[in-house]
C-alpha cells in the first residue's frame, strides 16, 4: 500500500514537474510498462487530479497517444512570497501554473508579524477559487527558518527573531491547512532544479539577492540543511574583512552588505552610503526612478550603466568584483555544476559578469571550476513564489488519494 | 546473494570501525536476530577475517557471550600518507590498527612523481607480511584527485598537475592491487566520522593543515564530492582580498595562505616572510628548533608563544584570527555539528581558539553557530593515514568473502 502510494506520488511529480506527458514517456521515465501506467492514470482521473488529452495537433485519424495533463485549474495552492519591498499572494495551479496573483508593497523595516501575516491573508483569501481544490499552503521567507513548524529563527531586514510565521498565516488564513514555509533562496534553488535553469544538475547553487543575499545549496540533489536546517548562508560569508561594508546582521565585510541592494545603490550614489564613506550622496541624475529602493531602482541602475553613466558603471563593476569573489569561494567548496543568479543578483550578473568572471579565473581552483556554468535564473521574478507553490504541493504529491480526499474534507 | 554480500559487510564493518562486540551488541545495531549473526559470524570466521573471543575480563563461569574481534594481524592493508615533509607507509590490520609504519623525510618542492613513487614503494614492500592477508592498498595525498583512478589533477607544493599517482605506486609495489587514493583531508574527515572525533555526528567539518590547508567536509555524513569529485576546498577561500599572504596557487589571502605553515612560521620571524612585508625577517631566538619546517617547527612556536615569547604569541594570535573567519563561514555556509582541527591546525586552534571564538561569535549567525562543536583531532598525527588505511578496505567490507578469496589469490 505505502509502495502505492509512492508510485502515484511519483507519477503525479513527473507531470506536475513537466507537464503533459504521454503514457509511453511515463512508462519509460518510471520503468514500468503502460499497463501500469494506464491503471495509475485511471486512478489519478478518479481522483480529479490528471485528465487525458489528445496531445496538441493531432487529428482524429490513426491512433493518438493520450498525453496526461496535470489539472492546473481544479487542483491548487496558495503560494506566498514575503519579500524586502513586496508582499506576494498567489494561487498557483498543479504543474506550476501561477493562475492568479495578487502583490502589496510593504514598508522596509519594523513591521511586526501580526501586520505582515493579516495582510498576507487579506491577498491570499482573496485568491480561493471555490472551483479549485487547495490542496496546501506554502510560503518563501527572506530569512531563516525552522525546519519543520515555519518558525522564522532570524530575519534581519524587518528585525524577526523567532516569530512563529508558518503558525500564525495558517491561522489568519482560517483554512484548516498548515502553512509550510521555506528560506527563499532554498525555494528559488529547488525551482530552478526541477524547471528552471539548473534542471539535471544535481549540484547546483542558487544565489538570490535583495537587500539579503540569500543561498540555496544543492549537493547531489538534495537541499544543504546541515545539523539543524540553517545551511546555505551564503550572505554572511565574511569576504572584506579590512575596508568592509556594514551588514543588517552587524557585522561588516558580509556578501551580502557588499553585494546586495543597498551596496549597489550606495555605490552608485543612488542612497546615502550607510557606512558614511562618501560625505555627501551623489545628486540622483534627471531621469533616475524615484522611488529609490527595490528590483526597480536595482534595474535603473543596470540600465544607466550600459548607456554610459560612470557613477552607476562603476558601481556596477565594484558590485561585480566582489559578487566574483563569493562565487569564486562557493566554486571552491562545492564543484558545482552550475551557479543560478536570482532576484536582483539576476541583474548584477547580466551586466558584471566580466567582473565575476576575473575573480573566478583568479580565485577559484581550474580544477574545481571546470564543470561550473554561470547562468541567469530561468523564473526570474518568479522563482522564489514558484518554489513556495512547490512547497506547498508536497503533501499532495507524497500521497495523492489520501491528499486530495483531505483537502475535499478541508474544504467542506 | 547481493544483499547477502553487504550484510556479511555491513557486520565486518561494525567489527572494523568499533573492535571486538557481543553478537547482542550486533544484532542490535544490524537489527537481526542473534542466530543471523551466529550464521553470519560462522561464514566470516571461517574465511579467516573475523574470530569468537571471550570478552577481556570475564571467568570460565557462568555461560560467557562471546565477542567478535577483527583479525587485524591477519588481514591487513597499506596505507600510505604523502604528506608535505614526510612520506609514510604503514601496515594497517582489520579494525584500523596500526601494526608497523616507516616514514622517510621528503624535500620540499620539485619532486616528481617517479621519485616519490619509488621511495614510497620501498617504504611498502618493506612492511609485507607473509602472514598478513593484504586485502587493499590506499593512499592519502596532500592535493586534488581524481575519483576513480587516483590521478593528482593539481598538488600545488610539489607543483604536480595530472600525475598518475595511484597508477604508478600500484606499477611501483607489483602487489598486483590497485591503489586507492584520496585527498588528505577528505581521507581525515572520514577517519574522525568512524573512529574520531565526529563520531556520530554525519555534518562535519574536519579542516587539515601543514603548508597547505584542506577540508574534508560530510553532509548528512557523506562527503561533499561536487559535480566531479573536488569539493571541499576550503583552503582557496580568499579571506583576505587586500592585504593578502601570496599563495602557492597563485593568488593571495587564501585561507591557506593567512592560516598555514608558512604563515604562522613568517609572522613568528622563523622563515623570511615570503611576501617580504617585513624587511627582514627576525632573527630566531636561541632555544628555537633548527630545523625550520614542518610540524616540530610548527609546535616550537606554540609552545614559544605559551611560555612568553612576543613574537610567537602575535604569530598564534594573528593566524588564528585568520582562521577564525574562514570557519565562521564554513559554519554560515554549513551550519556543521562539529568541526575538527587536524594536522598542524590541531596545534594552532588549541593555542588560539580565544581567537577563533571571537571571530565566529561576530561572524557568525547565531542560528548557525548554536549547535556547532569546535573540537581537536582525536586521531591526531594519524587521521590521514588511518583514512587511506579506511580506504584501502573498501573492497572488503563490500563483498568480504569474494575479496578474501581474490586477495589470497593475488598473494600466491
Known amino acids: 500500500m505505502h509502495r502505492h502510494r509512492s508510485s502515484l506520488g511519483d507519477l503525479l ?184 535553469a539548473g534542471v539535471g544538475t544535481a549540484d547546483l547553487i542558487y544565489l538570490h539577492g535583495d537587500v539579503g543575499v540569500g543561498g540555496g545549496i544543492l549537493v547531489g540533489g538534495k537541499l544543504l540543511g546541515g545539523e539543524s536546517g540553517y545551511g546555505c548562508e551564503v550572505g554572511h560569508m565574511l569576504v572584506n574583512p579590512v575596508d568592509g561594508r556594514p551588514c543588517l546582521c552587524g557585522s561588516r565585510g558580509c556578501l551580502e552588505a557588499e553585494t546586495g541592494e543597498y551596496a549597489l545603490l550606495s555605490a552608485a550614489g543612488r542612497i546615502p552610503d550607510p557606512a558614511s564613506r562618501t560625505a555627501e550622496p551623489r545628486r540622483a541624475e534627471p531621469g533616475h526612478q524615484t522611488r529609490p529602493f527595490g528590483r526597480d531602482a536595482v534595474r535603473a541602475v543596470v540600465r544607466d550603466a550600459a548607456a554610459g553613466d560612470r557613477a552607476a558603471a562603476a558601481a556596477v563593476a565594484e558590485i561585480g568584483d566582489w559578487l566574483g569573489i563569493g562565487v569564486a569561494n562557493l566554486i571552491n567548496l562545492f564543484n558545482p555544476g552550475v551557479v543560478i543568479f536570482g532576484g536582483m543578483l539576476r541583474d548584477v550578473y547580466a551586466a558584471a559578469s566580466p567582473q565575476v568572471a576575473a575573480r573566478i579565473a583568479q580565485h577559484a581552483m581550474p580544477v574545481s571550476r571546470e564543470r561550473a556554468q554561470l547562468r541567469l535564473s530561468a523564473l526570474a521574478d518568479d522563482a522564489t513564489l514558484i518554489g513556495a507553490a512547490d512547497l506547498g504541493f508536497t503533501t499532495l504529491l507524497a500521497d495523492p488519494l489520501q491528499a486530495a480526499t483531505n483537502a475535499l474534507a478541508t474544504a467542506r
Chains 1, 2 share one sequence.
Open 13 to 196: 511529480h513527473h507531470v506536475h514537474v513537466s507537464g503533459p506527458l504521454s503514457r509511453a514517456a511515463l512508462a519509460e521515465r518510471m520503468g514500468v510498462n503502460r499497463s501500469t501506467i494506464l491503471a495509475w492514470t485511471a486512478e489519478l482521473v478518479a481522483a480529479g487530479l490528471v485528465r487525458e488529452e489528445h496531445p496538441a495537433g493531432t487529428t482524429g485519424a490513426g491512433r493518438p497517444s493520450l498525453v496526461v495533463c496535470p489539472e492546473s485549474e481544479r487542483v491548487s495552492v496558495l503560494a506566498f512570497d514575503v519579500a524586502v519591498d513586496r508582499l506576494v499572494a498567489a494561487r498557483v495551479g498543479l504543474g506550476g501554473r501561477i493562475l492568479e496573483r495578487r502583490a502589496a508593497p510593504r514598508p522596509r523595516a519594523g513591521v511586526d508579524l501580526d501586520t505582515v501575516v493579516r495582510k498576507l491573508a487579506v491577498l491570499g483569501r482573496d485568491l480561493i477559487d471555490p472551483d479549485s481544490l487547495c490542496v496546501g499552503v506554502g510560503a518563501s521567507y527572506c530569512g531563516m527558518i525552522r525546519p519543520g513548524d515555519g518558525m522564522v529563527r532570524y530575519g534581519p531586514e524587518m528585525g524577526w527573531v523567532d516569530q512563529a510565521f508558518g503558525t500564525e498565516l495558517s491561522k489568519a488564513l482560517g483554512m484548516g491547512l498548515p502553512v509550510a514555509v521555506g528560506n527563499e533562496a532554498h525555494l528559488g534553488a529547488l525551482a530552478e532544479y526541477q524547471r528552471g
